[in-house]
């Protein structure tokens, strides 16, 4: 079983930064992939990217690449989204989630993870 908590989230101006945590909790973190996840007002949750185990890679869905920036640190048990260059399209409620068994052909599907926080609220205005 694990445990995760978001925090960090916030209201920001477009064009600034935020940075998301997750803590986990467990002596087994190290053993999970960690995804970020974003769920806006009336819309589906939607994949924002992940990193691996090791933290040896990431991968991001479009609209965030080269913005926001996941990392991870294995002894603190926690993931953290960089968040920069934020627009008001990216007003959502985050959500970190881990699962044991990554695939890069899956990682984008919610249903592939087994942990989910409760999320943080960004607010982006413009």
């Known amino acids: 079983q694990v445990q995760l908590v978001e925090s960090g989230g916030g209201l920001v101006q477009a064009g600034g930064s935020l940075r998301l945590s997750c803590a986990a909790s467990?002596?087994?973190?190290?053993?999970?992939?960690m995804g970020w996840f974003r769920q806006a007002p009336g819309k589906e949750r939607e994949f924002v990217g992940v990193?691996?185990?090791?933290?040896?890679?990431?991968y991001y869905e479009d609209s965030v690449e080269g913005r926001f920036t996941i990392s991870r640190d294995n002894a603190k048990n926690t993931v953290y989204l960089q968040m920069n260059s934020l627009k008001p399209e990216d007003t959502a409620v985050y959500c970190c989630?881990?699962?044991?068994?990554?695939?890069?052909?899956?990682?984008?599907?919610?249903?592939?993870?087994?942990?989910w926080g409760q999320g943080t609220q960004v607010t982006v205005s413009s």
């Open positions: 989630a881990a699962r044991l068994s990554f695939s890069m052909a899956t990682m984008t599907r919610s249903n592939e993870y087994d942990y």
């Open positions: 990193i691996t185990r090791s933290g040896g890679l990431t």
């Open positions: 467990g002596r087994t973190f190290s053993s999970y992939a």
